[in-house]
């Protein structure tokens, strides 16, 4: 099973955002789930976490206040609602789940990963 994130392309500063992540098959079956994302060259980086329950949510500082994790089980959706976006925010976005109980924010505590998708934003 990966994951299919999708939403992305390219908007002005200040735009919003929905990048929808859905499984290749079957459905969403995790402990938590987590958006990150990568500009070349540079490491990947943590954006935001949620438990299954959605009780539990975890957000990087750099997006705090603009960014929000949700999920859909009628939909078989994980999303993530970018707001009020900016130049810096501009990488490819990765979605991806654990079924581990203990997590981090660390990419290597996902083990299910999506193909990324794009987003540019314009100043």
């Known amino acids: 099973v990966q994951l299919q994130a999708s939403g992305g392309g390219l908007v002005q500063a200040g735009d919003s955002l929905r990048l929808p992540c859905q499984p290749s098959?079957?459905?969403?079956?995790?402990?938590?789930t987590a958006w990150f994302r990568q500009v070349p060259g540079k490491e990947r980086e943590f954006v935001a976490s949620?438990?299954?329950?959605?009780?539990?949510?975890n957000y990087a500082n750099s997006v705090k206040g603009r960014f929000t994790i949700s999920r859909s089980i009628a939909k078989n959706t994980v999303y993530l609602q970018m707001d009020s976006l900016k130049p810096e925010d501009t990488a490819i976005y990765y979605c991806?789940?654990?079924?581990?109980?203990?997590?981090?924010?660390?990419?290597?505590?996902?083990?299910?990963w999506g193909q990324g998708t794009k987003v540019t934003v314009s100043s």
């Open positions: 991806a789940t654990t079924r581990e109980r203990f997590y981090t924010n660390s990419p290597a505590d996902f083990n299910v």
């Open positions: 098959e079957g459905p969403l079956d995790y402990v938590a």
């Open positions: 949620m438990n299954w329950r959605g009780s539990t949510k």
